[in-house]
């Protein structure tokens, strides 16, 4: 009996049949591996890439969005309308849920996403069990792997190209030039569509920047040996803004309509002069006329008025107001220009030669030319001058105080100054919280002491050339959210750090 059982035992362990089948089947599996593994890894990376594709198209629209002033609200919806148009749920099922749309603020500086004004827009995308729509696999379900998940991210960012995060730029579409001895304090930054020439010995603080669209243009001056630092900051952009002259145009417009978003940007921290009757003696208006006057009302005024209101308020214009100066077309003299604080030179005669004159909390549009004095206190002013000249509209002596003297980088008290024509002003003009946008050149000249100016706040547009002489110190202040300088500001995607 023992034997007999042995016997079968033998038998079957030197049986071969049905081995090829189990082979068969350990083929068959590995097979559907080898497939799976083709064909699902395959399909999630096809539908990664899809994502991705959608989370970067929806992050880019709604930065559109942001950089138009939109609301929150407005951003998120541009975005999940793109997300829809790219990833349509339709086909790709869910792909984001609340608080997958994000505002956020990125700092160029630490590449992290920090707290403050939004800048930037986060959008998240995923198919996974969170919006219970993993993606599904094929033959992988056989080895018991039956989802996928997947999730991408794409921040897109809207600002000041290379590490600026400030308003504050020298900006020429032309060359721009800075003599020598100057130094560029961190987040200020430079940039010119034709080249930037650094003769020698210009120093770059950690985190300023400078910009052309070649860098050849620098003609072997981009280096630390002529230009101590500037090897971190230099970088080649091109940022090719809309022509000044529509710019300038823009915010004319705006400052002289009833009522607009600009105007009321301008005019928030500005207050209306509680004695306006200066403008009846300078014959302006009328008494009645007077009190249906409100913050950003415009009054017309000829040169002459101008000067007769001057004489009447002892040099203080009034406050919270638009004066619409109404200058002769051509020529020169007392019909072409309007004076503040011109010292013994000043049209209005009655006044002394000491008279300190202010224009604060106004803006002044105007086809006349400006004559600026050592007498001249301008702050949380806009002045434009729409003349047309060969030469600068401007003319300013040594002395006069524009912006915030204690250069406290107090925004408020910013002065705005666009002409339609070039700019030639000496370096303590452009000292503290002056915008210059100029549709021609920007001269800077050195003041007659030739002593070192520091400038803090200072913004140079123009649509020509920008010159700097030697030994000036530019710092920035805070981005400037009025609108009314022009927005150097890129579109660009990010990878934050985390």
Not at 47 to 75: C, N, P, W, Y
Not at 207 to 221: E, H, I, Y
Not at 252 to 259: C, D, F, G, K, V
Not at 327 to 345: H, L, Y
């Amino acid at each position: 009996m023992i034997s007999s059982v042995n016997a079968r035992l033998a038998r079957f362990a030197y049986d071969e049949r049905g081995a090829m089948t189990v082979l068969w089947l350990f083929g068959v599996m590995f097979l559907c591996l080898l497939a799976g593994l083709a064909i699902d890894v395959t399909n999630v990376h096809r539908h990664k890439q899809r994502l991705t594709l959608a989370a970067d198209a929806a992050a880019m629209a709604g930065v559109i969005a942001l950089s138009e002033a939109r609301s929150a609200s407005d951003v998120q919806a541009a975005a999940l309308a793109s997300v829809e148009t790219n990833a349509p749920k339709s086909i790709m099922g869910t792909t984001s849920g609340p608080g997958d749309i994000q505002l956020v603020r990125f700092d160029p500086r630490t590449k992290r996403l920090v707290s403050g004004t939004p800048n930037a827009v986060k959008v998240t995308l995923h198919r996974d069990k969170s919006v219970l729509n993993p993606v599904r696999t094929g033959f992988l379900r056989l080895v018991g792997l039956e989802t996928f998940d997947v999730a991408v991210t794409s921040v897109a960012y809207y600002g000041a190209p290379g590490n600026c995060t400030s308003s504050d730029m020298l900006y020429g579409k032309g060359q721009v030039t800075l003599t020598s001895s100057n130094y560029i304090g961190p987040n200020f930054c430079i940039h010119s569509q034709t080249g930037v020439w650094l003769p020698q010995q210009n120093f770059f603080e950690a985190g300023s920047g400078v910009s052309m669209p070649s860098l050849a243009a620098c003609k072997g001056k981009c280096v630390n040996a002529a230009n101590p630092g500037i090897e971190e900051a230099v970088f080649a952009m091109n940022l090719n803004l809309t022509r000044l002259s529509d710019h300038i145009t823009k915010v004319r417009s705006a400052m002289l309509a009833p009522s607009s978003d600009l105007k009321t940007e301008f005019f928030k921290d500005k207050v209306l002069a509680s004695d306006l009757s200066p403008l009846v003696t300078a014959k302006i208006t009328t008494t009645a006329g007077t009190k249906k006057l409100v913050k950003g009302s415009v009054v017309d005024v000829t040169p002459a008025q101008y000067n007769d209101l001057m004489i009447a308020t002892n040099g203080k214009l009034p406050t919270g107001l638009v004066y619409n100066v109404d200058c002769r077309d051509k020529g020169n003299g007392p019909t072409t220009s309007i004076s503040i604080g011109a010292g013994k030179d000043r049209k209005n005669n009655t006044l002394t030669s000491a008279t300190i004159e202010t224009v604060s909390q106004v803006a002044l549009i105007t086809d006349c030319g400006f004559e600026v004095g050592a007498q001249a206190r301008i702050d949380a002013a806009l002045a434009i001058s729409t003349r047309i000249s060969s030469s600068s509209v401007i003319s300013a002596a040594e002395g006069a105080v524009i912006g915030d003297p204690l250069k406290n980088c107090d925004l408020s008290r910013k002065v705005y100054l666009m002409t339609m024509s070039g700019v030639s002003v000496n370096a303590d003009f452009t000292a503290s919280n002056i915008a210059i946008m100029a549709n021609g050149n920007i001269n800077v000249a050195a003041n007659s002491s030739s002593s070192a100016v520091t400038h803090k706040g200072t913004s140079l547009h123009a649509e020509g050339s920008v010159q700097i002489p030697a030994n000036n110190t530019f710092n920035s202040c805070a981005e400037d959210p009025s609108g009314l300088i022009p927005q150097v500001r890129t579109f660009k995607f990010v990878a934050p750090k985390t």
